[in-house]
């Protein structure tokens, strides 16, 4: 085991299996991992909260549970950074919006119950694009956060502040949520681990909505191992969540060192398109080498409605999304504003509260689902997103995994594409059809540009196969160095 000056280096396997056998504390795990976040994170605006009391007071807590003699949970002392779009009792639930500015979360979510029962240490706010509607994370309304690998440029979104907690160490482990890519895209472009779980794989009781039918909570990790560690705790059917599944929770951990050997690997054409930055291309290409010289099987194949992706989710998720945040009123919980009678409360409320993203989205949904254009547009999207899982399926009964890359370019600097809203949808062109059909996902680091920017992989499986993704992203880690590369020392 390392020193205490080097614990935010530890995996979350290592710090758990430490503090339950009493040779760490989760007191002095804690206290590195803030030490390490008073460092690094004025340069990165990660968190939009961070309580040091509230943590150590939860580590102490731990602690004091094993003194006893109490067995402890799979993640015992291990810091979990949370974004800040999935409630917390007693924590602020600000989705990165000025019209829940000063809102405390009075429950605590799905996840957030399982992370407690596990012993985990919950690690502050994380930064998001205003309720996850962004691929920048520059679009939340307190702050822009920085990728740790050149904090001229942005870390990706929705996720952002997650994504970069766990790249620059500041938290072994964080929870996102994703929509059309906000786990996978800021993983990529942080050079760090992110799984799409399976649509109801994951609870999502407690997390605030975006477009109900794409919306998931995932994990990240700097390693397949701690992804499969945090997918372990989170995963499983929750009566509250009516989309939750009713699968059972395999031993995730059990999948990682089985190899690659005869695994039947599809690339998808539609994946490499002109779009794709050239170095991204190869270090994709370089990625599915590897595996194929670890022995898996690698054949072509096709998605061919790949090209309606974009268009379709900007359909289904902003009419969601219209739907889903009409509850932000300005009279239930919500910021209010001054107002001289119900209708002025509302557009007021709700004109100052969002910002100019989240109307955008809410106008554009509330368009498509209006009478005389719901067939046209909604509908027809729909339409669309069932031919898209078709594809999927049809490719998943030759093989057992695609391969391909996450997103089509590396971080861009900072305000380079969050005032072009075509530049910013099409950052997530690669990632919105897994959302779409319902499949899990995975990005892992697989590189970097000649600018030492982070370049990931993304593997897709059919639903449930977590194992699969988590297997094939073990080998692949195991046969490279890039996991371990870290961008502050």
């Known amino acids: ?122 690690f502050g706010r994380t930064n998001l694009d205003e309720f996850a509607m962004g691929s920048t994370t520059e679009t939340s309304a307190f702050k822009v956060t920085k990728n740790p690998w050149d904090p001229a440029r942005f870390p990706g979104g929705s996720s952002g502040g997650s994504a970069v907690a766990v790249a620059a160490r500041m938290a072994p482990l964080a929870l996102g949520t994703e929509t059309g890519g906000s786990i996978r895209q800021p993983a990529s472009l942080c050079g760090v681990y992110g799984l799409k779980t399976t649509y109801g794989r994951v609870s999502r009781y407690g997390a605030a909505a975006y477009a109900s039918s794409l919306d998931q909570i995932g994990p990240f990790a700097t390693s397949a191992a701690d992804l499969a560690l945090l997918l372990g705790v989170i995963a499983g059917r929750d009566t509250r969540d009516s989309t939750s599944a009713d699968e059972p929770v395999p031993d995730y951990a059990a999948s990682l060192g089985q190899g690659v050997e005869g695994l039947r690997i599809g690339v998808p054409r539609e994946f490499f398109g002109d779009g794709v930055d050239p170095e991204v291309r190869a270090t994709v290409e370089r990625a599915i080498e590897t595996l194929r010289g670890l022995g898996a099987e690698t054949r072509d194949v096709s998605l061919p409605h790949t090209e309606y992706g974009i268009p379709v989710y900007y359909l289904v998720a902003t009419s969601e999304a219209s739907s889903n945040l009409a509850r932000y009123d300005g009279v239930h919980y919500t910021t209010r504003a001054d107002a001289p009678d119900l ?35 909604y509908k027809k999207a729909q339409q669309v997103r069932t031919l898209i899982r ?100």
């Open 343 to 377: 209708e002025h409360l509302y557009t007021r409320s709700r004109g100052d509260g969002f910002g100019l993203e989240v109307k955008k989205r809410i106008m554009l949904g509330t368009f498509a689902l209006s009478a005389g254009y719901y067939d046209a547009y």
């Open 1 to 122: 085991m390392s020193s205490v000056d080097a614990l935010h280096r530890e995996s979350a396997v290592d710090l758990a299996r430490a503090c339950a056998a009493g040779e760490r504390s989760a007191r002095s795990i804690a206290d590195a991992f803030l030490a390490r976040a008073a460092s690094v994170e004025p340069g990165l605006d990660a968190f939009l909260e961070l309580d040091a009391a509230r943590v150590r007071a939860q580590a102490d807590a731990i602690d004091a549970r094993r003194d006893r003699g109490e067995t402890l949970g799979p993640l015992a002392g291990v810091p979990v950074a949370i974004k800040d779009l999935i409630a917390e009792r007693d924590a602020p639930l600000t989705c990165g919006s000025r019209i829940l500015e000063n809102y405390v979360s009075p429950y605590d979510a799905h996840v957030i119950e399982r992370l407690r029962a596990a012993d985990a240490v919950l």
């Open 390 to 489: 078709r594809d999927f399926d049809a490719a998943f009964a030759d093989v057992d995994v695609l391969v391909g890359p996450v997103a089509p370019a590396p971080a861009a600097p900072l305000g380079a594409v969050v005032d072009d809203a075509l530049a910013m949808y099409m950052m997530d062109v690669l990632t919105v059809t897994a959302n779409l059909a319902g499949i899990c996902a995975l990005s892992c680091p697989a590189g970097f540009t000649e600018g030492r920017l982070p370049i990931g992989v993304q593997l897709l499986a059919p639903p449930f196969a977590e194992p699969t993704l988590l297997r094939t992203a073990a080998a692949f880690e195991a046969a490279t160095d890039y996991s371990r590369e870290e961008p502050i020392a």
